[in-house]
């Protein structure tokens, strides 16, 4: 059921609001705005390293995540694409834990990895949205996202559940770890419980996509980008283009651009810069002005403060200004409803893009 949208992926895209509440009401009270979950049971709270493993979006969300409990919890944390961990001969944390994100809790490379990492005697976390899946049920502990069932083969509501339960693992971790104080926790919950408001606000930046979406059909390839932890976000956003629209796309931290990929750009290149602001803002600001000066065409993702800032000359998608906790997970909005109108206008099939499947169960 559709509930009257065009695609499962709109439908689940609109959804976002009540998915993201959802997951985060299994992570904290209402009663006390504390956190509910056994945040003792994860053995953070006096762990020397995290190693954060998964695929695809899954792994963008791990990536994103290491911003945060390095910031956070001040725990060092390793991200890795799961194919590519398994068959390393990756030094295993002696006194640490190793976390797996996945909306299916089948995919093969994810499952192997974590099965790796318990016979070696590392205590493995699942953060897994199918509560029957193989991940859920052999990693020690389970903390579920409640996207509920996604149907549209790219991943969107799935993705934002598990950032909102990974900034909860984070923000507990903090607390136990005696990095921030309980006020301080709970200013960050308090922000928390805000996105799925901020989410339906930043819904109204649709019909401004949408243009920018036909826009881009024109193109055979984009470069988005971001610094801190909207690089991540850039990777997804290049992703979810990609696997839905077919277009060549490519995420890059904006620090990095110098370094090649500004070779690339030429008159009227699309580059979408996500950028609220933040303390990293103006880095990112004169990477934009570095490709604006040779003939980009630059979307910018900010809020009200960045669109002041910024200057002209850009298409400016105005988000709601919000907790540095929370930015990254309201921007990944216009990413996907960029994605999705993209597709649309290019006549895909875009609950069922050519070549892939929802669970990947070979490897
Ligand atoms: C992209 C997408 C894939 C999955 C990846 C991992 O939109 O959906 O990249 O994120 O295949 O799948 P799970 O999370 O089921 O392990």
């Known amino acids: 059921d559709k509930a009257g949208r065009r695609?499962?992926?709109?439908?689940?895209?609109?959804?976002?609001?009540?998915?993201?509440?959802?997951?985060?009401?299994?992570?904290?009270?209402?009663?006390?705005?504390?956190?509910?979950?056994?945040?003792?049971?994860l053995g953070l709270k006096n762990a020397d390293r995290l190693i954060a493993v998964a695929c695809g979006t899954a792994f963008y969300a791990g990536a994103?995540?290491?911003?945060?409990?390095?910031?956070?919890?001040?725990?060092?944390?390793?991200?890795?694409i799961a194919s590519e961990f398994r068959y390393r001969q990756p030094a295993l944390p002696q006194n640490g834990a190793a976390l797996f994100v996945s909306q299916s809790g089948e995919t093969a490379d994810t499952l192997a990895a974590l099965r790796h990492c318990k016979e070696n005697g590392v205590?493995?976390?699942?953060?897994?949205?199918?509560?029957?899946?193989?991940?859920?049920?052999?990693?020690?502990?389970?903390?579920?996202?409640?996207?509920g069932p996604?149907?549209?083969?790219?991943?969107?509501?799935?993705?934002?559940?598990?950032?909102?339960?990974?900034a909860c693992i984070a923000l507990a971790a903090g607390a136990s770890r005696g990095v921030m104080t309980a006020e301080e926790t709970a200013d960050k919950v308090r922000h928390l419980l805000e996105i799925p408001r901020l989410i339906n606000e930043v819904m109204q930046v649709e019909p401004k996509i949408e243009e920018l979406a036909r826009a881009l059909t024109r193109h055979k390839d984009v470069l988005?980008?971001?610094?801190?932890?909207f690089f991540p976000l850039a990777m997804e956003g290049a992703l979810k283009l990609k696997e839905i629209a077919y277009i060549h796309a490519e995420g890059y931290a904006a620090g990095e651009l110098k370094h090649g990929p500004i070779a690339l750009i030429e008159e009227g290149t699309p580059v979408i810069v996500t950028a609220p602001w933040d303390e990293l803002?103006?880095?990112?600001?004169?990477?934009v002005q570095e490709v604006a000066a040779r003939?980009?065409?630059?979307?910018?993702?900010?809020?009200?403060?960045g669109a002041g800032l910024a200057g002209d000359g850009y298409n400016v998608v105005v988000m709601p200004t919000c907790d540095p906790i929370a930015q990254p997970i309201v921007a990944a909005i216009p990413l996907q409803l960029l994605a999705y109108h993209t597709a649309v206008f290019m006549g895909t099939d875009v609950d069922q893009p050519r070549n892939l499947a929802k669970s990947v169960t070979v490897e």
Do not use: C
Request: aromatic share 10%.
């Open 7 to 41: 695609h499962f992926m709109e439908k689940e895209i609109h959804e976002q609001p009540e998915s993201v509440a959802r997951t985060l009401s299994q992570y904290i009270s209402a009663v006390d705005e504390g956190f509910t979950f056994p945040a003792g049971e």
């Open 281 to 287: 803002f103006e880095k990112t600001i004169s990477n």
């Open 150 to 166: 996604e149907i549209g083969v790219a991943s969107t509501k799935a993705y934002t559940a598990q950032l909102s339960a990974l």
């Open 123 to 147: 205590r493995t976390i699942g953060v897994v949205n199918v509560p029957e899946s193989s991940i859920a049920r052999e990693a020690d502990v389970h903390l579920r996202t409640l996207a």
């Open 64 to 80: 994103t995540a290491k911003y945060w409990f390095e910031r956070y919890a001040r725990l060092a944390v390793e991200v890795d």
């Open 224 to 229: 988005y980008l971001g610094r801190g932890q």
């Open 295 to 305: 003939g980009a065409d630059v979307t910018l993702i900010t809020d009200a403060k």
